[in-house]
């Protein structure tokens, strides 16, 4: 038996499809789990009278519709298989529900039973949460795509389903509710209203360029002196400025330059590391610093726009460019500016950098185009369609961020069994550590690349396998799925893959969490340590991925 979209109030599946907005707008459709997240949870309700919605959801709904996002409800009834109400029954129940809460645009229902006790997801079922199916077919019902909607639920399979579809997940935690699916949930409310206030939040912050009478500038200066996987993020932030600018100059570190080539939208490169953000930094040096002021007076950029990461600051970065003689600088700053910024802005805790980076953009006065999804996105093209192999990135800039090798040869080894080639990549520094993981399983092409062979390598297959570093977001940009081997020493929902089908592993609990940490504060790394090789068989399968791919070529 397949989903089934049900239609309870006469129709209402049809009001408000249509076509995606364009332009910098997050989200067409919010769909919500029902039980336990929209009503009180009653085991294999099919009596009407017994439904009881959560205090404040019909106000937390109508909010949601007013500011023209459509509504679905995606909800596992394994009740009809289990021979415990039926289809009129459960027909009656939703009926009443949107008698309660109002009309939703689609109701999409899983009628398969629970799965077998070794499996995650019944035999031959697309549907039933965690699996994507749900979520996919509600978004197609909306005229929409997964990664323009939102999952709110309040259990982890709810997350997971949202993730392998490339949806936002927002949990709305009950006393059933798990401590460790809280800590690894991308975002979390206390409440419906506060989910409604955190997605309409987001929907602002992005979305809110006031670019007033002030003329086109012709140069504009953006900022991101980081890491590849912290300029990448900053992409469609990019793109929105040089869409309101006649050139873009970029100041990015040493680190981070083979990114900052790939971005669409940046016309010239200023490389230089600076000693209030490299991680390893050389002393400041009142000659660099002046050399500096000099080179970027040189670039004749009559603006700048200056993004950071939330623990950095962008003030004396400010400072310089005030001295370069550029006139107007905006920057995300809690601090107070002084005269060093024309526009401060602030972001709160918790957005995901790709937002953070857009709702600075859109402070400056800088909007993306219609047309323009604000996702990652690079200056080379899509991979090919077929995708016969699965990739296993097993190191990381940042060590505490790394899958031990031990449990990535491991990995690799479960993956092959399966039927999956595996391709191993790794930096120049990772030669050593990529033949080990590769063993005789997997195809060894650490240190081979650079980093346009490793975007193309990414493009071309049908899931990455990664910690949080720059090939997670890589892989994003290029619309591949993630496996994402994520420590929780940085948040999943600021820092996680973005916008693009994802299952996320890994003790999301761990004592290191958020804790910021370079180098693995406890023993054993157990975040990462004890992920089951045969899990991420698992989530590369959810992920769409089939086993037994045929083994030809390199690639």
Not at 98 to 120: I, K, N, S, Y
Not at 179 to 193: F, N, Q, S
């Amino acid at each position: 038996m397949p989903a089934q979209q049900v239609d309870p109030g006469g129709g209402s599946g049809a009001r408000r499809a249509g076509h995606p907005r364009t332009g910098a707008v997050l989200f067409d459709a919010v769909l919500f789990d029902r039980d336990g997240t929209l009503v009180h949870d009653v085991p294999y309700n099919g009596d009407p009278d017994r439904v009881r919605p959560f205090d404040g959801a019909r106000e937390a709904l109508d909010r949601l519709r007013a500011a023209g996002l459509r509504l679905g409800v995606v909800t596992n009834q394994s009740g009809l298989a289990r021979g415990h109400f039926t289809a009129a029954d459960l027909a009656r129940v939703n009926a009443r529900i949107e008698e309660l809460l109002g009309p939703f645009d689609t109701w999409q229902v899983c009628p398969h039973d629970e799965p077998a006790a070794d499996a995650e997801v019944p035999a031959g079922c697309r549907c039933r949460k965690p699996a994507p199916g749900l979520v996919i077919d509600a978004a197609r019902a909306l005229g929409t795509v997964p990664g323009r909607c939102v999952v709110v639920g309040d259990i982890g399979r709810d997350m997971t389903a949202a993730g392998a579809a490339g949806a936002a997940g927002v949990l709305v935690p009950t006393p059933v509710t798990r401590p460790e699916e809280i800590a690894a949930a991308p975002a979390v409310a206390g409440d419906l209203r506060g989910a409604a206030d955190l997605i309409l939040r987001r929907q602002r912050l992005v979305g809110g360029a006031r670019a007033g009478g002030r003329t086109r500038p012709r140069r504009v200066l953006v900022a991101r002196p980081d890491s590849a996987g912290d300029v990448l993020v900053t992409g469609p932030a990019i793109r929105a400025v040089a869409a309101g600018a006649d050139r873009v100059v970029m100041l990015c570190g040493p680190r981070g330059r083979a990114a900052a080539e790939l971005l669409p939208g940046v016309d010239e490169i200023v490389e230089w590391s600076l000693p209030w953000i490299d991680p390893d930094p050389a002393a400041v040096d009142r000659e660099q610093v002046g050399r500096l002021t000099d080179r970027l007076a040189a670039t004749g950029v009559q603006e700048a726009v200056l993004f950071t990461s939330f623990h950095q600051s962008a003030l004396p970065l400010a400072l310089v460019l005030r001295m370069a003689g550029v006139r107007r600088i905006a920057a995300i700053s809690d601090d107070y500016p002084g005269s060093l910024l024309d526009v401060r802005h602030r972001v709160p805790l918790g957005i995901p950098e790709p937002e953070r980076a857009l709702s600075l953009a859109a402070a400056a006065g800088f909007a993306l185009p219609d047309g323009d999804e604000p996702v990652l996105r690079l200056r080379i093209g899509p991979g090919p369609a077929a995708r016969p192999y699965v990739v296993v990135h097993p190191g990381s800039s940042v060590p505490a961020r790394a899958c031990p090798p031990a449990r990535c040869e491991q990995i690799v080894r479960a993956l092959a069994g399966a039927g999956h080639r595996v391709v191993v990549t790794g930096g120049p520094g990772e030669r050593e550590l990529c033949a080990r993981v590769a063993g005789t399983a997997g195809i060894d092409l650490g240190g081979r690349t650079a980093l346009p062979d490793l975007v193309r390598i990414i493009a071309g297959a049908g899931a990455l396998v990664v910690g949080n570093t720059g090939p997670a977001h890589i892989a994003a940009a290029v619309g591949t799925p993630v496996v994402s081997l994520f420590a929780p020493t940085v948040s999943f929902g600021q820092w996680g893959p973005y916008r693009v089908p994802w299952v996320r592993l890994g003790d999301a609990a761990a004592p290191c969490r958020h804790t910021r940490a370079t180098t693995c504060p406890v023993t054993g790394h157990p975040c990462l340590s004890k992920v089951e090789p045969d899990s991420v068989v698992d989530a590369v399968r959810l992920i769409g991925v089939p086993a037994g791919a045929p083994v030809a070529g390199a690639g």
